[in-house]
């Protein structure tokens, strides 16, 4: 094996124990990069599920308010900063500061900063993984100015959206 290759691939199985045993050595593999992600998924839902839950006792009208504010205006601003692709404001923030990784297309902000900072270490750029952080920094901050006004103004936008004033005003005091 060269130097900088990975594992390389399985010899060819000839036995069920050895199909069962590449199938565990891969699923911790797998396990131990995607188990993060899954931790934060499920710790994400299950704050607003508990929350939606104990505001449920209080009322109807309070379980309105919460649920049209974690599902409308919560979901529009964090799928505003997941999906935001390489078209958009991260793309030209990038090219002001002029990446050297110009085509880099991930799937939002919530990811591009785990593909550049994974090709700068790959290609031995160790130096850059800084630079991206504080650009990232940059990025997010500018970003969260611009949907600032999503949260300071929940309740007249509910409104116009045409929720009932009641929910709108108690999803607003929610928000604020």
């Known amino acids: 094996m060269e130097s900088g290759e990975g594992e390389g691939d399985y010899p060819p199985l000839r036995s069920w124990k050895e ?9 911790l593999k797998l396990w131990r990069v995607a188990g993060p ?29 919460v649920s049209v504010s974690l599902f409308i205006i919560g979901t529009f601003t964090f799928g505003f900063l997941r999906r935001f692709d390489a078209n958009g404001v991260y793309r030209l923030v990038l090219e ?12 939002g902000m919530g990811s591009a900063l785990e593909t550049l900072c ?16 504080q650009r990232s920094w940059i990025i997010l901050s500018m ?14 936008i509910l409104k116009v959206c045409g929720v009932e004033d009641g929910v709108a005003d108690l999803a607003g005091q929610f928000r604020a």
Do not use: D
């Not at 199909?19 to 699923?27: A, F, G, H, K, R």
């Open 19 to 27: 199909v069962n045993s590449m199938v565990w050595t891969e699923t």
């Open 37 to 65: 992600l899954a931790l934060q998924i499920m710790c994400h839902f299950g704050i607003e599920s508990i929350t939606t839950v104990f505001v449920g006792h209080i009322g109807n009208l309070e379980l309105s308010a």
């Open 96 to 107: 002001y500061f002029s990446s050297p990784l110009k085509e880099e297309r991930g799937l």
């Open 118 to 133: 994974g090709q700068g270490y790959g290609a031995g750029q160790v130096h850059l993984l800084g630079v991206y952080l």
């Open 143 to 156: 970003t969260s100015v611009i949907l600032l006004p999503f949260y300071i103004f929940a309740t007249p």
